[in-house]
């Protein structure tokens, strides 16, 4: 028989404790199956900051992200710098997309509260260096002080302020103890006895002011416009090809065209047809024998014994009586006014005339008749 032992849960604070590891544990492998890119966008949308402390005499770092929190202990014998670098590339974190500072004792700060008109807010900085030089023993070249608003909401239209003021020698001495530099912080905070680290003073105004998504727009603005430019280019060039091919088509059916005629299926073809006509073959001579060379025509249509001429004519008023005169034609009128052809320097016309009525053998013997 297999024993099955039971471990109950010890109460609420157990039941806490396991839904925090659950969720730290779901949030972390979200953001390991989550992409890169996807990655970089949020934490440049929100505050991240890695806070670095002295804690028991080693160094540890409190690391706030978008996708939760994380703690480490750097090891005293290495250079916090290079463990830092690691600790990051570690958790998927980037550093120019986050801000770094190291938290003091807030026993090591000199402490004051002061109220402020709201009206006055705009002019907090300089009334702070006010402050500084007419109400404590410090000169403004000699520490480091920022504000924090206070929990309590606004009374009164009065806003309550908490002043940290820090010596800037007592700072790097901090800073030195902890392997760090000015340089490569970017804020001081307060490490109360109870809760969390509060931000008091910034050392990086300039990287405020200019927050990594600027960088970060301005890429993603230069990869839209390169992918837009190469959709171009392959637009345009998916355009070519199919501009080609239609050409291609085309004079493949020209060629097959020109095959055809030369196989007897051209020219003689639409003759054969228009001889088959009833007097068709004798009005195509006779237009022949009495157009004049500076005519030439464009269309000729014979139905019903009406003939439809269209054509460019260096005088084309002069043709509609060239045609009536004719032995085989009568009627010659013009369809349509004579517009003139800027790019032929004639006359463009359009003339209906009509068959006339005799027999077929005088038809074919007029159309034998030699040119006078």
């Known amino acids: 028989m297999t024993d099955v032992s039971v471990t109950p849960l010890q109460g609420p604070r ?27 966008m949020v934490q440049s949308r929100a505050e991240t900051r890695l806070f670095i402390f002295s804690d028991s005499d080693a160094v540890a770092g409190h690391l706030v992200t978008p996708f939760g929190v994380h703690e480490r202990r750097f090891q005293a014998n290495c250079p916090i710098g290079s463990q830092v670098d690691d ?24 402490q ?19 402050e500084v030089v007419h109400r404590t023993p410090f000169q403004l070249a000699d520490i480091w002080h920022g504000v924090t608003p206070e929990v309590e909401p606004l009374h009164d239209g009065v806003a309550r302020y908490r002043h940290w003021i820090i010596p800037k020698d007592r700072a790097e001495a901090e800073l030195s103890r902890l392997g760090l530099s000015t340089t490569g912080v970017d804020f001081i905070a307060a490490r109360p ?12 105004a300039s990287r405020r002011d200019d927050p990594p998504r600027v960088l970060r727009a301005t890429r993603i603005l230069a990869v839209a416009l390169l992918v837009t430019a190469m959709t171009g280019l392959l637009g345009f ?21 020109v095959q055809f005629a030369q196989q007897g299926a ?20 006779e237009l022949s024998r009495v157009i ?43 369809a349509g006014p004579i517009t003139p052809d800027a790019a032929e320097r004639r006359d463009r016309f359009r003339i209906i005339l009509k068959l006339r009525k005799v027999g077929a053998g005088r038809m074919a013997k007029a159309a034998e008749r030699p040119e006078s």
Do not use: Y
């Open 292 to 334: 004049p060379d500076h005519t030439f025509l464009t269309e000729v249509r014979i139905a019903a014994g009406i003939i439809t001429l269209s054509g460019l004519s260096s005088d084309a008023a002069r043709l509609v009586r060239i045609l009536d005169g004719s032995r085989l034609f009568t009627g010659a009128t013009l």
């Open 112 to 130: 004051r509260d002061f109220s402020l008109p709201r009206s006055e807010l705009d002019a907090l900085t300089r009334i702070l260096a006010q």
């Open 237 to 257: 060039e998916w355009w070519q090809s199919s501009r080609a091919a239609q050409l291609e088509d085309e004079l493949n059916e020209a060629k097959q065209g």
């Open 14 to 40: 157990a039941l806490i404790e396991a839904s925090r590891q659950f969720a730290r544990w779901w949030i972390n492998e979200l953001r390991e199956c989550s992409p890169k890119v996807l990655r970089r």
């Open 266 to 285: 051209g020219s003689p073809v639409r003759l054969l047809a228009l001889k088959a006509v009833p007097g068709g073959l004798a009005a195509w001579d």
């Open 193 to 204: 006895a109870a809760g969390r680290p509060i931000p008091v003073v910034s050392l990086r």
């Open 87 to 110: 600790w990051l590339a570690d958790v998927g974190c980037e550093r120019d997309a986050m801000q770094i500072g190291v938290a003091l004792g807030a026993d090591l700060f000199f």
